[in-house]
């Protein structure tokens, strides 16, 4: 998860650095031209994707002649809702990137912990005591003082944040609901396949940019980034305990003030430190009373 998150950061830098010159569209188009061919590649080295003359589907599966992992229809819902929930908080995660410091959209993605919690609770039916709800009532009290709502230094952006993090929390749900027949390469390049589609059906009403070697460069980064990112994402949600790896995200604000300061020049402002440390004390909070759980239970067993 914290390897994660420096790759999710590091891409969100490169795309932020683009976004100057050329629209989100195309960024995200580019980078998917790079990134589809190279988690391809990854299929390919571990035996999930070979050709060997005509492909035929028949039902559910796939014949002899080009083998896949057999897909449930369960788990090609569970997949196509992921990638959804992943486009549209692509769409309003970089949208708000491109207009948001680094550490600001950072700092507000930090209560996806806390709601990744709550939807453990409501829809996988994981046990939440009254301190945990206590911790994420606290938590979202933190996200309002880094948006302060109505206020000086407010931006619209930061509900488009907050939205992508209700899609985000779909996904990581979802994830957790795969079974362990489908490996996680191909839900990842269902992802990438999805948002490079995105891009390409939307570059006929935005302007292209030309494209320069440092251009190019970035979209390299960001394309490695990113894929390194779904991967590390994927892997974590559907082997790890979700309350246990859950508050690693929080080094992801470690990695974006840092970009920012480096790349941007920009460093977080009083309200949004106190804001992400807030929730990062309640998301620690939640990480203990997990624990604590987990001993007890361990107990009575």
């Known amino acids: ?51 060997r003359g005509l492909i035929w589907f028949r039902g559910l599966t796939w014949d002899r002649d080009f083998s896949l992992p057999e897909l449930a229809r369960r788990d090609i819902i569970l997949v196509l809702i992921r990638a959804f929930s992943e486009l549209l908080a692509t769409i309003l995660f970089l949208t708000a990137l ?23 609770a409501l829809f996988l039916n994981e046990k939440v005591g ?69 891009g390409a059906g939307m570059l006929p009403v935005v302007e292209w940019a030309p494209l320069t070697g440092m251009m190019w460069l970035y979209l390299g980064g960001a394309a490695l980034a990113i894929v390194f990112g779904y991967l590390f994402s994927v892997m974590t949600m559907r082997t790890g305990d979700i309350g246990f790896v859950a508050p690693f995200r929080y080094t992801a604000m470690i990695w974006a003030i840092l970009l920012g300061l480096l790349m941007f020049g920009d460093l977080p402002d009083m309200p949004t430190v106190v804001g992400t440390l807030i929730i990062v004390a309640t998301g620690l909070y939640s990480l203990h009373r997990e624990h604590l759980n987990r001993r007890q239970l361990q107990a009575v067993h």
């Not at 932020?16 to 391809?40: C, E, H, N, W």
């Not at 619209?156 to 490996?183: F, M, N």
């Open 130 to 198: 009254w301190r945990r709800w206590l911790a994420i009532s606290i938590g979202f009290a933190g996200v309002l003082v880094i948006i302060r709502p109505g206020m000086d230094g407010f931006s619209i952006y930061s509900i488009w944040v907050l939205a992508a993090v209700a899609c985000i929390t779909v996904r990581e749900i979802t994830t957790r609901q795969l079974s362990a027949d489908i490996p996680s390469l191909p839900v990842a390049m269902v992802t990438a396949i999805a948002i490079c589609g995105l």
């Open 98 to 120: 491109s207009q948001m410091p680094l550490a600001n959209v950072t700092a507000i993605l930090q209560v996806l912990p806390l709601t990744v919690t709550m939807a453990a």
């Open 1 to 51: 998860m914290a390897a994660g998150m420096l790759a999710f950061v590091l891409n969100d830098g490169l795309m932020k650095a683009l976004f100057a010159d050329m629209s989100l569209y195309q960024a995200i188009f580019l980078r998917g031209i790079i990134t589809v061919p190279l988690i391809a590649m990854m299929m390919w080295h571990q035996g999930l994707i070979w050709f």
